[in-house]
């Protein structure tokens, strides 16, 4: 079932001229430059099997986590006093120590768009952005200050968070390793597109929200083949113990059917499974992310290709099971930029800021732009903070100089 609610993709939103929300099929061709003007803003979508009945993270099938809490003055989503809050995180806990290795299959996904009758209009292939992504920070190891051995992106951000308690041989680390590559078949009708300056396929693609998810994430139970997921899981690409990444080729959704609410650039979920035999009969947790690739000049500002990809990753990290059970990762409310959230979403605290968004790194033969994240004591309205250096945001620790003010529901008043 497709449902909005707390999945907190990485979007751009946009507003177009009247006259560009509806096309015909054949002028579903758009100008390069038509998404320069993006600005952001968050957005809620998720996608899962909402019939099954998981009441907590005792008893599941997934990733390998941690819990713990805080201790903080808020309100709940009804506005009653809360103190206490729970989170989830992947790994193991900063006082065990030791290194956790998380298996992160990346499974590369092309795109066909399809004319009317179902032939090939178009076709799109993410190859060309599958190895700059396995040798980004996301997956290969460079230096952060945070650790004196080279790591990842997200380790270096958990070690900042926990700075304060961590032993220096605590690590999370991504085991990446390129599966088979997938191609989605966008029927007509559900896609726009620019083509290369020299009339090839493509600048970039847009695709309906809805439809883009059907094509994704199995719509019933036992799974089958029809969709990119549904393939993946059986075929083994991707386990309940993984990472999984969906890797796109400048691919971007736009909401409510229409192409002016524009762009979902990422966003992380799970595909909820029910137990078999095999796994004690456990709800089954399949921790994901769709990623876009973020080719230079499509949109105004540095973002730019793993941006999406470092945003959803260390969101995973920090809330890999989105709010399901209406408890862990909840946060008292913040506000930051256009966002006003409860949830422990550490990309959308700072993808709306008017500077230092992305943290530019240098490695393996380029330039890449994952984006800073904000850090456990900013959602713990802890002052100060215990994090690296006394910061809320990594690995730039400028990026938020202070907290939020306490808020109530929806940001409408302060606390």
């Not at 990422?266 to 004690?280: A, Q």
């Amino acid at each position: 079932m497709n449902r909005f609610s707390r999945s907190l993709p990485l979007v751009l939103f946009m507003v177009l001229a009247a006259g560009l929300t509806t096309f015909a099929q054949q002028s579903a061709e758009v100008p390069r430059d038509f998404l320069k003007d993006a600005r952001k803003l968050h957005a809620a979508v998720q996608h899962r099997n909402t019939s099954l009945n998981v009441a907590s993270l005792q008893g599941i099938d997934s990733v390998v986590n941690f819990v713990q809490s805080f201790n903080a003055n808020g309100v709940d989503a009804n506005g009653n006093p809360q103190n206490l809050w729970s989170f989830a995180m992947v790994g193991n806990s900063p006082e065990q120590g030791g290194t956790t290795h998380i298996s992160a299959p990346v499974i590369p996904v092309s795109l066909n768009l399809l004319n009317p009758d179902g032939s090939v209009f178009l076709h799109y292939d993410v190859t060309p952005f599958i190895q700059p992504s396995l040798l980004s920070p996301v997956f290969s190891p460079t230096h952060f200050s945070t650790s004196a051995a080279s790591t990842q992106f997200t380790d270096a951000i958990q070690r900042a968070e926990f700075f304060s308690v961590i032993d220096q041989g605590w690590h999370t680390l991504l085991v990446s390793s390129l599966k088979t590559a997938r191609t989605m078949s966008v029927p007509a009708g559900s896609y726009r597109f620019a083509l290369n300056p020299d009339g090839s396929c493509c600048f970039f693609v847009l695709v309906d929200a809805n439809s883009f998810s059907n094509l994704l994430f199995p719509p019933t139970f036992p799974v089958d083949n029809t969709t990119i997921i549904g393939q993946a899981e059986l075929a083994g690409d991707m386990t309940t113990k993984d990472i999984t990444t969906l890797l796109f080729p400048n691919t971007y959704l736009y909401l409510n059917g229409k192409v002016k609410d524009c762009c979902v650039l990422g966003f992380h979920e799970f595909d909820l499974e029910p137990g078999i035999p095999e796994n004690g009969n456990l709800p089954r947790f399949y921790v994901m992310n769709y990623s876009s690739w973020i080719s230079p000049g499509i949109f105004g500002g540095d973002f730019e290709d793993v941006t999406a990809l470092s945003h959803e990753m260390a969101e995973i990290f920090n809330d890999p099971f989105v709010v399901f059970d209406g408890v862990h990762n909840l946060t008292p409310w913040w506000l930051s930029g256009s966002q006003c959230q409860d949830a422990m979403e550490v990309g959308d605290v700072i993808e709306s800021l008017p500077a230092n968004v992305v943290f530019p790194i240098t490695m393996n033969g380029m330039t890449y732009h994952p984006q800073n994240e904000a850090l456990l004591p900013w959602f713990e309205f802890q002052s100060p903070s215990t994090a690296f250096q006394g910061a809320y945001s990594y690995p730039n620790t400028q990026t938020l100089p202070a907290l939020s003010q306490a808020w109530n529901v929806g940001c409408k008043k302060p606390l």
